[in-house]
């Protein structure tokens, strides 16, 4: 059983920053990577950043130079730093991890529960 929890989401007005931080426990063997994506109401999810084990980082355009993705791997554990956030930026904010449970297990998929954040005008 694998678990993805995610916190530091909530309110804050235009301009504000907001850091998320996502930690993975379970039986976990290795995480390849791990990100964040977004859902607002009415729209489809999306990915909003994500890096690799080995460091590697892709942003959407919409976050470049806004948004940080980092990761502790001594602590199964990815965040996201976003500054200068805008309005438009108000979502439910979910977590991604790609792992496996041993040596001999193909990778799985996982989701965290989400966090709800909202950017005031």
């Known amino acids: 059983q694998v678990q993805l929890v995610e916190s530091g989401g909530g309110l804050v007005q235009a301009g504000g920053s907001l850091r998320l931080s996502c930690a993975a426990s379970?039986?976990?063997?290795?995480?390849?990577?791990m990100g964040w994506y977004r859902q607002a109401p009415g729209k489809q999810r999306e990915l909003v950043a994500a890096i690799t084990s080995g460091g590697s980082t892709n942003y959407a355009d919409s976050v470049k130079g806004r948004f940080t993705i980092s990761r502790d791997n001594a602590k199964n554990t990815v965040y996201l730093q976003m500054n200068s956030l805008k309005p438009e930026d108000t979502a439910v904010y979910y977590c991604s991890a790609v792992l496996r449970y041993s040596d001999y297990d193909d990778s799985t998929f996982y989701w965290g529960q989400g966090t709800q954040v909202t950017v005031s005008s």
């Open positions: 379970g039986s976990i063997f290795s995480i390849n990577a």
